[in-house]
């Protein structure tokens, strides 16, 4: 099996900035989703992106996915205070039917 | 905009009680999930089920635990004997299909005492 491993561990940017998040996985993936998590709340579906795919966006969010390189990258632009969350990735493994997350990046956006 | 919710948002047992979580995926969905957090780590697969049956399991999930279907809208995760280590957040997720997005609904804090 294989996890999600993301860096940085935790990020600390001022309000209008960019944050970006990297997540590594192992083995052969179907795709690959990101998450965001408020303290003590559920996950809230970002994005989805597919093996074959090498980026993809959704409003201030870019998604890129490098499959030779077994990574991928979530780049929040123009941030905001109410990004303060945590982030995720999660990785969709071949073969089988299992997501597994990493241990995230808890991002803090400063008013 | 067609949300999971799961029941309760929080449940307290003794050690060695069942538990019963209560989940309703979204209602076009056919993949059904349950995953869990034990505070402060990452959050783990327990099981995947489609079509009444289990199709993935994770090796969390072992004889104590069992999910079910029981009518068309509500998924359940049973606990049978808890434990203290069993002491999480528990999600319930559902998908389309096994390569889709999975929404997740807003978790049960199961507390063992």
């Known amino acids: 099996s294989q996890q999600g491993e993301e860096d940085p561990q935790a990020l600390s940017i001022q309000e209008g900035e960019n944050a970006t998040m990297n997540c590594s996985y192992k083995t052969s993936i179907n795709n690959l989703q990101w998450y965001r998590q408020n303290s003590g709340r559920g996950l809230v579906h970002l994005i989805l992106i597919r093996s074959n795919e090498r980026e993809k966006h959704s409003g201030r969010l870019r998604v890129t996915l490098d499959t030779s390189k077994k990574s991928s990258s979530l780049l929040i632009t123009a941030s905001r205070a109410a990004d303060t969350a945590s982030y995720f990735c999660?990785?969709?493994?071949?073969?089988?039917?299992?997501?597994?997350f990493g241990t995230g990046t808890s991002l803090t956006v400063i008013p | 905009e067609p949300e999971v919710t799961q029941t309760p948002s929080h449940q307290v047992t003794q050690m060695g009680q069942e538990v019963i979580l209560r989940c309703v995926p979204i209602s076009n969905h056919l993949y059904f999930y349950w995953y869990r957090q034990i505070l402060g780590q990452k959050v783990e697969f327990l099981v995947s089920f489609y079509n009444n049956e289990i199709s993935e399991k994770s090796e969390i999930f072992d004889d104590q635990f069992s999910v079910e279907r029981p009518d068309g809208s509500n998924f359940t995760l049973k606990i049978r004997s808890t434990k203290l280590e069993d002491s999480a957040m528990y999600f319930c997720?559902?998908?389309?299909?096994?390569?889709?997005?999975?929404?997740f609904g807003p978790g049960t804090r199961l507390t063992v005492t």
């Open positions: 997720a559902s998908s389309v299909g096994p390569r889709y997005e999975q929404y």
């Open positions: 999660a990785t969709d493994e071949v073969p089988g039917n299992q997501f597994y």
